[in-house]
């Protein structure tokens, strides 16, 4: 079985987005902070992702949400797949476009997609591994026309805007993490939040608490150590750069969070990022 540091994905420093070709897959729960494209080139494997179960076979792709936590082992015999790993900052910023309709997407755990791009996926990574002029250009491209392709056959749900009225108690959640994957940058009310869900403080927390494993405030706060994380990861910023830019008005209070969810400091973090184990406290509910 591959050990933890032989699954870590070796995404470029500077390039929040690989791809990769390979026959084993880390079989203990465990998550990252990168979305996943997985593709199931031959064999049949069962992967756990959060608390379902499902048998995949050959040709099946499935997406997986960055913080969500999964694993996935052989069914019968060998397997082998393509991984397409990416953070949502190769898209662009808060401000692009693009960037702006893909975090407002929840894109569909399976996903149907002809073998045109299925080949291309494969194609894609073979120019990767004999590190092909241009291969970069490529890779961004395939994923562009992979979210192109699921936008186009609709396999999609849009999050609800905040202001609707919200009738049942999975939108109104949906809305809210919505919400706060638009605004975490900001300064966040929770009244605001409470207010615009047509609930009661007292239930809608139960609700939410329910859905996510955790309350409003510690959804926040893990959304921005996520967000933190991949610009420690992804960029030279400073940690007072990376707290401010993050929602965190006051860098103490930044590292005091931080160093609760990933039980180590924003310094050590940002020196150590791909050796640290995240906890699994840590993964984000979408």
Known sequence: MMTENEQTWLVSRYFPLGIFSRDAYLQNMHHHIEHEFFYLETGTAILELRNNVAEIHEGDIVFIEAGAEHCLRPAEGDFHYYALVFASSILGNELDPVYRAF???????????????KNRLKHTAQLEKEKTFGRKLFLKSMLLDLLSYILDTKQYQIFSSLHENSRHSVSA???????????????????????????????????????????????????????????????????????????????????????????????????????????SSFASVN
Do not use: W
């Not at 975090?103 to 791009?117: H, W, Y």
């Not at 209070?253 to 160093?259: A, D, G, N």
């Not at 924003?266 to 020196?271: A, H, S």
């Open 173 to 279: 959640v949906d809305t809210v993490i919505a919400y706060i994957k638009k605004h975490y940058r900001e300064d966040i009310d929770a009244e605001d939040i409470f207010n615009s869900t047509n609930y009661s403080k007292s239930h809608f927390s139960r609700l939410f608490k329910e859905a996510t494993g955790k309350s409003v405030t510690e959804y926040i706060n893990g959304y921005r150590v996520e967000k933190a994380c991949l610009d420690m990861i992804y960029t030279d910023k400073n940690i007072t750069e990376v707290a401010m830019e993050n929602g965190f008005n006051n860098v103490q209070y930044f590292s005091r969070v931080f160093k609760k969810i990933m039980k180590c400091s924003p310094r050590f973090y940002k020196k150590n990022a791909r050796n640290v184990v995240v906890p």
């Open 103 to 117: 975090e407002s997407i929840k894109i569909n755990t399976f996903l149907t997609v002809g073998d045109d791009i």
